[in-house]
């Protein structure tokens, strides 16, 4: 079956640390993934995507993610974090139908000064 | 362009009550989904509409109906609501729920509280 993990439901960074969230996958086929931002109060936003080609995708905000097949993950970076960064973070598979599209439960940011 | 658009932004029922939530977006996208989104659980699917015409069901569909009015407008109803459906609603659109044009853009969100 399908699913996003994301093994982090909570992360303390201080600002201009460097930041890695962890999101793994399972999916039968070619995965198409996905990273969004949800800042309080907010809708969803897209950070990046990853569709085929370079593993490295860049996003929105300075963040960057890296597809590894091997390791069924794509994880979300960034090299120096700011306040602003302080939000919900969401890794997301996408199939090939309307109700293939699974998110994880999301790994809350908490950036201190 | 405005994306996705949701209205209310906020709504308290009574038990039973019905009330309908609407969604439009302006991106001539084909595609329109309704999720929930419940602390710890992520977002869950509802209802989507691969195509004006058409709805099916997605993982929790239960209490719910909608209706794809047009191109732009899908709306999520709740007959008689219960406080297990208090939570934050999110409207999304995509330009078909096929890859690779199943990128979804998502509304600011509806939160709804059942007492």
């Known amino acids: 079956a399908q699913s996003v993990t994301q093994p982090d439901i909570h992360i303390t960074v201080s600002e201009g640390a460097s930041l890695e969230l962890r999101c793994n996958y399972s999916?039968?086929?070619?995965?198409?993934l996905f990273w969004y931002v949800q800042s309080p109060g907010q809708g969803l936003q897209l950070l990046l995507k990853?569709?085929?080609?370079?593993?490295l995708v860049q996003g929105i905000k300075g963040f960057e993610a890296e597809f590894k097949r091997s390791q069924s993950s794509f994880n979300l970076r960034k090299p120096s974090v700011h306040w602003s960064d302080a939000a919900e973070y969401f890794c997301?598979?996408?199939?090939?139908?309307?109700?293939?599209?699974?998110f994880g439960t999301g790994t809350s940011l908490t950036v201190i000064p | 362009n405005a994306g996705v658009t949701q209205t209310p932004k906020f709504q308290v029922l009574k038990t039973g009550q019905s009330m309908t939530l609407q969604c439009a977006q302006d991106?001539?996208?084909?595609?329109m989904y309704w999720y929930r989104q419940d602390p710890g659980m992520g977002l869950r699917l509802i209802y989507y509409?691969?195509?004006?015409?058409?709805?099916d069901k997605g993982e929790v569909p239960n209490g719910y109906n909608v209706s794809r009015l047009n191109k732009r407008e899908f709306s999520l109803r709740l007959e008689s609501a219960a406080p297990s459906q208090t939570s934050v609603y999110f409207c999304?659109?995509?330009?078909?729920?096929?890859?690779?044009?199943?990128?979804?853009?998502f509304g600011p969100g509806t939160r709804l509280t059942v007492l």
């Open positions: 509409s691969a195509s004006e015409g058409t709805t």
């Open positions: 991106m001539n996208h084909n595609s």
């Open positions: 999304a659109s995509s330009e078909a729920p096929r890859l690779p044009l199943n990128t979804q853009y």
């Open positions: 999916y039968g086929a070619t995965p198409y």
């Open positions: 997301a598979v996408g199939g090939n139908t309307g109700n293939q599209f699974y």
């Open positions: 990853y569709f085929s080609g370079d593993t």
